[in-house]
């Protein structure tokens, strides 16, 4: 027999029309459904994404891991319940090692000493396998700690760098900061021209730290550079730049700065780091057209920041257009640029140069944000009120954004309303895309038409308002107030399609028995269309993504399963796609989080309707899940609260 459920989660969606709205969205969604929400079963991989490091030992108190993923977490767990003790190697330590080491399938049990764990690997052949890979090199980083620098070199001498993917780069720097650490000089300088194929800017600064103490400098100072220009990190720029000046003290004297030369070109890798005196005396070599001439697509980021500081900002669009298709594709690029120019007081060449590059606005929201802020802090009003109604277009859901549209109609005190022109406010209702995020302004318009007393489109207003913001909080102010009284079951006859299920909602979404006169009636014909699909691209599989990134996302390893999806997917595919992978991966790997963030993300990016009316079940489910279910239902008793409001406050949604 099928047993009835109440999603919490659309009912939390159903709270966001105000309380008294709670019950009918409630309602709504009384499903019948054999999915009861049941009690957590054992889920390692939740546990190692939660470091619930007592737990897996509990598990494995009285069984022995046997998968290479078991022996990865039950090491894990041990490590980590040694890192918090001495350094002493206690038994627990050695078997967390041996744990380690049995990944790749090797025997090792009961090592007593470093020389017991070198037996252990003894013959083995380097490794290939991304677990056994990243099992080694945790392996090799504790053993830094227990000073067992034989068994951390072998460690690292044992992982195969021939994989050109992001946990390869990882090791290798590591193990060439090893070397350089321990004064192994030679061996490292070899190692720094080996894998030439694997970057990234910590991996491009100990390769230059290893060349450079081998006298190889000019081959150094090449990935000094190519480090700086691989990141905006602060610390690593200031780490970059510490090395150069203490290795190249005599190229930052006024007199070479001054000199036209291949170094000097290279230095303006590091022109957010240089000193104003320094700026100055690169002027005389460095000037505007000869930096436009030899610009490149590596070095155009950075030569701009120099313009900017050395003060030609003037010429940024000369510049820009010798990297136009470059530009086009990095909206980053441009967005530091215009920040820079704005800090220099530069507002109109910053907002020209956003504007010599329109059509990169709508793939970066911080960038676009940055033209909104510029636009109004340069007086543009009808520019800025333009502006906003296309970002709003493009993310409904940025709020914050809303806001500002509101505070164009109505100014910035709600106290004391000046209402904008008729334009303005007909403009917008007729820009604004029918999305959730639209109902703020709806409110408003219906005060607004109050205000002029125009009763005929305030009854309009009424019977569309719904189709023009579907899900939105405000959904509570219509439905309280409008005055027309009708037949909720008369008025279901004459739905057909979604748009006469719209206008019912919007007369009838807030009556508990007309929402009950929904139940076991089928809904879907009237769902949004996008939801659908989107529903039905997952149910069926998804979109295919890479083993080993869901793997690291199962483990916990989130910065390295970034870097490897960057690495396979970044420039290869467009945002939707970006977001439906990430999407699979937060299921597939059963990290909640990422799933409804980057489900949520999809949903807006597709610009479907944050709206339980407009949701088939199992992507409302998706969006607004009930983890620790038996947990949650217990606490709620116990404490005479509703598990919706916990759920509420578990999503900040309350």
């Excluded at 041990?78 to 078997?95: H, I």
């Excluded at 049995?102 to 490794?127: F, H, I, K, T, Y």
């Excluded at 010798?322 to 530069?346: C, F, M, V």
């Excluded at 790997?589 to 980057?598: A, E, I, N, Q, T």
Aim: with cysteine; glycine share 6%; aromatic share 12%.
């Amino acid at each position: 027999m099928q047993k009835v459920r109440v999603i919490n989660t659309a009912r939390q969606i159903g709270m966001a029309f105000g309380r008294k709205y709670i019950m009918p969205a409630v309602i709504f969604l009384l499903v019948p459904t054999g999915l009861m929400a049941t009690p957590i079963g054992f889920d390692l991989y939740g546990l190692i994404r939660a470091e619930r490091w007592a737990d897996i030992q509990r598990h494995f108190s009285n069984r022995s891991p046997v998968q290479g993923y078991e022996k990865f977490a039950m090491a894990r767990a041990l490590m980590a319940d040694a890192g918090r003790s001495s350094s002493a190697f206690t038994p627990e330590v050695a078997n967390a090692f041996a744990l380690y080491l049995q990944v790749s399938g090797v025997n090792c049990s009961r090592p007593s000493s470093q020389a017991d764990l070198l037996n252990c690997v003894e013959g083995l052949r380097p490794q290939k396998d991304l677990l056994v890979r990243l099992s080694f090199l945790r392996a090799a980083e504790h053993a830094e700690k227990y000073s067992f620098r034989s068994l951390q070199n072998r460690l690292y001498e044992l992982i195969d760098l021939s994989e050109s993917d992001p946990l390869s780069a990882v090791i290798l720097r590591e193990r060439l900061e090893y070397l350089v650490q321990s004064q192994q000089t030679t061996a490292a300088g070899e190692l720094a021209g080996q894998y030439v194929d694997l970057d990234g800017p910590l991996l491009n600064l100990w390769r230059a730290r290893a060349l450079y103490k081998v006298g190889k400098t000019d081959e150094a100072f090449t990935y000094y550079v190519r480090a700086a220009r691989g990141t905006n990190a602060a610390w690593i720029l200031n780490a970059i730049v510490g090395d150069v000046r203490k290795n190249y003290t005599g190229r930052f004297s006024p007199a070479s700065l001054a000199q036209r030369t291949s170094e000097n070109r290279e230095l303006l890798a590091f022109s957010d780091r240089l000193s104003s005196s320094e700026i100055r005396a690169l002027k005389a070599s460095m000037t505007p057209v000869h930096v436009i001439d030899t610009t490149n697509v590596t070095r155009v980021h950075r030569d701009g920041i120099y313009l900017i500081q050395a003060g030609y900002g003037r010429y940024l669009k000369t510049l820009a257009a010798r990297a136009y298709t470059h530009l086009s594709q990095s909206p980053e690029i441009l967005h530091d640029w215009a920040a820079l120019l704005n800090t220099k007081g530069e507002t109109g060449l910053a907002i020209q140069l956003i504007e010599q590059f329109a059509h990169t606005r709508t793939q970066k929201y911080t960038y676009w944000q940055l033209y909104l802020d510029l636009l109004k802090k340069a007086g543009y009003r009808q520019k800025y009120f333009e502006e906003v109604l296309g970002y709003l277009s493009h993310y409904p859901a940025h709020y914050h954004v809303a806001d500002e549209l509101i505070q164009i109609l109505i100014g910035s005190d709600p106290s004391k309303i000046v209402w904008a022109d008729d334009a303005y406010w007909k403009r917008a209702r007729e820009t604004l895309p029918h999305q959730t995020g639209s109902g703020r302004f709806l409110y408003w318009l219906k005060r607004y038409y109050i205000e002029k007393d125009d009763r005929q489109a305030i009854q309009e207003l009424y019977n569309s308002f719904y189709e023009q913001a579907p899900g939105s909080f405000y959904a509570g102010a219509f439905w309280e107030t409008n005055p027309e009284k009708r037949d909720f079951v008369s008025d279901w006859r004459q739905v057909n399609d979604r748009a006469s299920y719209l206008l019912w909602v919007a007369r009838h979404g807030g009556n508990v028995e007309a929402i009950r006169h929904l139940k076991g009636r089928n809904l879907q014909p009237y769902m949004d269309p996008e939801a659908l699909q989107l529903w039905k691209d997952m149910n069926t599989g998804g979109v295919p993504v890479d083993e080993n990134i869901v793997l690291l996302f199962r483990l916990g390893e989130r910065g390295l399963g970034d870097e490897f999806f960057d690495n396979r997917y970044e420039g290869h595919i467009t945002v939707r796609e970006n977001l439906a992978r990430m999407s699979e991966i937060g299921r597939r790997s059963g990290s909640l989080d990422l799933s409804v963030y980057f489900t949520r993300q999809l949903a807006r990016e597709m610009l479907i309707p944050e709206d339980p009316f407009s949701m088939p079940e199992g992507l409302l489910k998706v969006l607004y899940p009930r983890p620790y279910y038996q947990l949650v239902s217990s606490n709620a008793r116990r404490y005479n609260i509703e598990s919706d409001m916990v759920y509420a406050l578990m999503r900040q949604e309350s």
